[in-house]
Nanobody, 121 residues
Framework: VQLQPFGGGLVQAGGSLRLSCAASERTFTGNAMGWFRQAPGKEREFVAAISWSGGSTYYQDSVKGRFTISRDDAKNTVYLQMSSLKPEDTAVYYC???????????????WGQGTLVTVSS
């Protein structure tokens, strides 16, 4: 498995949750990392991305100020810290790796299995 996400679960609205995605060194090193999500009946959408160096981060407008993406190169892991969660954040969250940091999912070459985040009202 090249990308393995952890940390999904059930949380009340207003709460916090941290997702982790552990990657193989080959998949992680030198690649941008992204988080996407897909809610029931909806298309997969961009959440956040971080450049290979960690120097640049990008967010979907609806999560700005609430979510933080980061990476730990020593652990080959990317994180998504989610705070002030809302019921509309409920979705299956996916991590992805690719050569270019972008909000377009098709550009990412490697994908992990999803992890379900459920936010109750």
């Amino acid at each position: 498995v090249q990308l393995q996400p952890f940390g999904g679960g059930l949380v009340q609205a207003g709460g916090s949750l941290r997702l982790s995605c552990a990657a193989s060194e080959r998949t992680f090193t030198g690649n941008a990392m992204g988080w996407f999500r897909q809610a029931p009946g909806k298309e997969r959408e961009f959440v956040a991305a971080i450049s290979w160096s960690g120097g640049s981060t990008y967010y979907q407008d609806s999560v700005k100020g609430r979510f933080t993406i980061s990476r730990d190169d020593a652990k080959n892991t990317v994180y998504l810290q989610m705070s002030s969660l809302k019921p509309e954040d409920t979705a299956v969250y996916y991590c992805a790796a690719g050569k270019v940091v972008t909000n377009f999912p098709l550009v990412y070459e490697h994908w992990g299995q999803g992890t379900l985040v459920t936010v109750s009202s």
